[in-house]
């Protein structure tokens, strides 16, 4: 299973961009990363995926490395409501299953 | 609202006591799964669908756990003689059959076992 590593926790300001780090050096080459992110007492809500080409879309961006055993989320502006647990996760390909690790619990000072 | 929807959304129940709860994915996606998380903790894999049939089932679904998906819509998730450690919120996601399409998520199904 592709096992990912993350902080647990990272502070950030309101409006100032937040990069978020996830290591996923066993990922297989065919599993795509993808990034979730929940909030208390709901269900996680996804964020952006990609496979080898950064990616963006209205809520990040997602940067992976060339080796694609990293990746970071990029959060251009931080708000309030992106105060949450974000996951990264290997997913796709032959593996069928989304394996969560603790996740990175984003908090964003006003 | 088009999107995964789980009923009920909260559960008492005595131990000892079946639950059952029910899941209806977004219409066109034929992928089905159901994960559990516990207080702090990610969500952990339980089941997958690929329409009606169950693909793959996690060592952490113990014989009181079924799940079923008739005719590949909704689904249910069936809970025998429950046990406080079965407590959490139980997630249910749905997907269409591309490789690593976005996976949508309910709002999950909690459940208290007193």
């Known amino acids: 299973d592709a096992k990912t590593t993350q902080p647990n926790s990272m502070e950030s300001n309101e409006e100032e961009p937040v990069h978020l780090p996830c290591n996923h050096s066993t990922i297989s080459g065919t599993d795509y990363i993808h990034w979730y992110r929940q909030l208390p007492s709901q269900g996680p809500e996804y964020v952006i995926h990609?496979?080898?080409?950064?990616v963006n879309n209205r809520m990040a961006s997602l940067a992976i490395a060339e080796d694609r055993k990293s990746s970071t989320l990029i959060l251009h502006r931080a708000t309030l409501r992106d105060a949450a647990v974000y996951y990264c996760i290997g997913f796709g390909g032959n593996n069928r299953k989304l394996i969560w690790g603790l996740g990175t619990s984003l908090g964003v000072n006003p | 609202d088009t999107g995964v929807s789980q009923d009920p959304r909260h559960k008492i129940t005595k131990r000892g006591q079946n639950v059952t709860f029910r899941c209806d994915p977004i219409?066109?996606?034929?992928?089905l799964y159901w994960y559990r998380q516990t207080l702090g903790q990610g969500p952990e894999f339980l089941t997958y669908f690929q329409n009606e049939a169950q693909l793959e089932k996690s060592r952490l679904l113990s014989d009181r756990f079924s799940a079923e998906r008739p005719k590949g819509s909704f689904s249910t998730l069936e809970i025998q003689r429950t046990e406080q450690g079965d407590s959490a919120m139980y997630l249910c996601?749905?997907?269409?059959?591309?490789?690593?399409?976005?996976?949508?998520f309910g709002e999950g199904s909690w459940l208290t076992v007193v």
């Open positions: 996601a749905s997907s269409m059959e591309v490789s690593g399409n976005t996976i949508y």
């Open positions: 990609g496979l080898t080409s950064n």
């Open positions: 219409s066109e996606h034929n992928r």
